[in-house]
């Protein structure tokens, strides 16, 4: 069936990627898989996959690599990372490069299924305009949240699904404070997790709508407890 979404598995264990592929398919995907990240990258251009789970240890090419040219280029897949417990420098600057989710080795195939799940399905949510619903806008920056857009003037931003999940969040809420915790379970739905994603978040965010994202006014540190959208002065 050419409508099940496809996804790319990038492994170099095979045993690794036979039981994902397997509990993937059983899930309703079509899958490729690839053992570098050199054959990830011309899988992905021979035919562009829903959604790519990538390992970071890989040969010839590393994950991080192969992520950071699947964002420098248009394809917009969304990225689940497969890293290992001490690789948290690692899975930190993949986060940065713009990989949408990760988890760590051990993992459980289900809860795997299950964050690909939720990526692709915060990533096709199509622009729908609801009546009455009007685009937040504050000063040059304006958020489309049902449409799933955000722009500085007339530029649109490119962000990752999770970093406008975190946007659209934080502006409907404008003078409230939330701690790392609260931002993981309410934005993205997790009861557990590296707190220092929510950390990645922020400061990719502030790259991309802050005048000066060292010297941040839209979204600011609330020292001791987390961060607050206060918007422009």
Do not use: N
């Not at 192969?66 to 990225?79: A, E, Q, T, Y």
């Amino acid at each position: 069936m050419t409508d099940r979404p496809l996804a790319l598995v990038v492994d170099d264990d095979t045993t690794v990627r036979d039981v994902v592929s397997r509990y993937l398919d059983r899930a309703g995907y079509r899958v490729d898989v690839a053992g570098d990240g050199e054959a990830a990258l011309r899988a992905v251009a021979e035919r562009t996959p829903d959604v790519v789970v990538l390992d970071l240890m890989l040969p010839r090419l590393g994950g991080l690599e192969v992520c950071r040219r699947l964002r420098l280029g248009s394809v917009g897949v969304p990225i689940v990372m497969l890293t290992a417990l001490g690789e948290e420098e690692d899975r930190v600057l993949g986060l940065e490069l713009g990989a949408d989710d990760y988890v760590t080795k051990p993992f459980s195939p289900r809860e795997l299924v299950l964050r690909v799940a939720s990526v692709l399905r915060r990533s096709r949510e199509r622009p729908v305009r609801e009546t009455g619903v009007e685009p937040v806008v504050d000063g040059s920056l304006s958020v489309d949240i049902p449409g799933r857009r955000a722009s500085i003037g007339d530029r649109e931003l490119a962000l990752t699904v999770r970093e406008f999940d975190l946007l659209a969040f934080l502006v409907r809420r404008r003078g409230q404070a939330f701690t790392r915790a609260e931002l993981l379970e309410r934005v993205w739905g997790w009861d557990f997790g590296d707190q220092s994603t929510v950390t990645v978040h922020v400061r990719r965010l502030r790259e991309k709508i802050e005048p000066d994202p060292t010297a941040p006014v839209r979204i600011a540190t609330v020292w001791g407890v987390g961060y607050r959208y206060d918007g422009s002065p």
